[in-house]
């Protein structure tokens, strides 16, 4: 484990320091004579050693992990043959408990343990949140959003703020939450993707990292209900272009990451085998997939027979059939030129092969999708037909349409799911273990 940053009153260095300390009792190893506690303060972790006489205290009596304490000592090195995080401990010369946690029936590691699952685990979120693994990974993510804001900044992207709650939908009315808004029908948002559209011709490029919701019944890997997303809109590009861009800022912010000592550490643990992506991704046509799959016997079921068949030009590609296709091929790779009628009403059509769209979605090895993005239709009379197939009533979207009237351009954007990013990035199984609480169909507690 990583250790502890010198959060210390008075001190600027671990080593050879009379030093205050206040942390949680990560870890208690009580034998004959001194007591060993690994403190954690959050920033990381620090060996404590109390002597026999420090540990024949009232307040050791009831000591248990997860108390809250004070300990003042030295710090030094540790002895040559002993190990403890970072290098060094702390000889105690005074300690104390400021919050005492349960023992017994109601002790921490009764509470949640090694074993604990499914239900067990998510109930104590705000408890299994103090382990080494889960705090890694918020830290990670902490530091992958801290990434993306300084990578979007070096490419003049400016960040906003769009609302949460709206009165349009962006990716389909089949996945809405909907209420009540002084007695009008609102929704949350799916996406801030139309706002950030409205922004380019007053702020350029932009993006935003905002919460998007989806009434998913989805109980997979890799759905949440409530989602942080990453969205951002450029102006005046191709689709090419859009491509190379997301490709370069996922690139960006992965080596950013890895350039900070203590979240490379965490990732190496967390991720032994991670490798940063290569550029540039692979690219894959729609139509070029649908062979793949045919031609690797991955099929799909059918729904009204039930039967594995296999795929035709037009299908959606399934969460299960697009993850082998990406496991197997083992890197990066850009699907794109969705059908129309499997995309949203905004997307732009390819010039000259117009059943298909300027559409990307980009895939990672065990995630599946992480990205995705689009050209945006520029031309008016072309989205008002979009809103028409869809069967979406323009009346509520009348300031997404006058953006199409008031110097349209050519732009696109695209979102990427941070919870599956971090997922891929730290080979978690699942997004709900990227969230700080994770929300899906029938869990909104803690
Ligand atoms: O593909 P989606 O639905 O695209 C959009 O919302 C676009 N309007 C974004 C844009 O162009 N600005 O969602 C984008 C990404 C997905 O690729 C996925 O990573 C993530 O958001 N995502 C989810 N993540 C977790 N749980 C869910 N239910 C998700 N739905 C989408
Ligand atoms: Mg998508």
Redesign the pocket.
Known sequence: PPAMKTKIRGCTSLRMKRVRISGWVHRLRRQKGPTFIVLRDGTGFLQCVLSDRLSQTYDALTLATEAAIQITGLVQEVPEGKSAPGGHELIADWWGVLGAAPSGDDAFSNRLNAESEGNVLADNRHLALRGEVAASVLHVRAGVLSAFRKVFEAHNLTEVTPPCMVQTQ??GGATLFKFDYYGQPAFLT??S?LYLETCLPSLGDVYSIQESF?A?NSHTR???SE?T?L?AELAFITFDELMTHIEEVICEAVSMVLAVPRLAAMLKQLHPEFQPPKRPFLRMSYKNAIKYLNEHGIQRKDDETGRFVDHTVGDDIAEAAERQMTDELGVPIFLYGFPKEIKAFYMKKIPGDEAFTESC?LLMPNVG??????MRIADMDELLAGYKREGIDPAPYYWFTDQRKYGTCEHG?????V??FLAWLTNRYT?RECSLYPRWPGRATP
């Open positions: 962006v990716e799916q996406s993707q989806r998913e890799r759905h949440l989602y997303h969205e979605d999708e992480i990205v995705g993005g689009s954007g695209y979102g990427l799911g919870e599956r997004v």
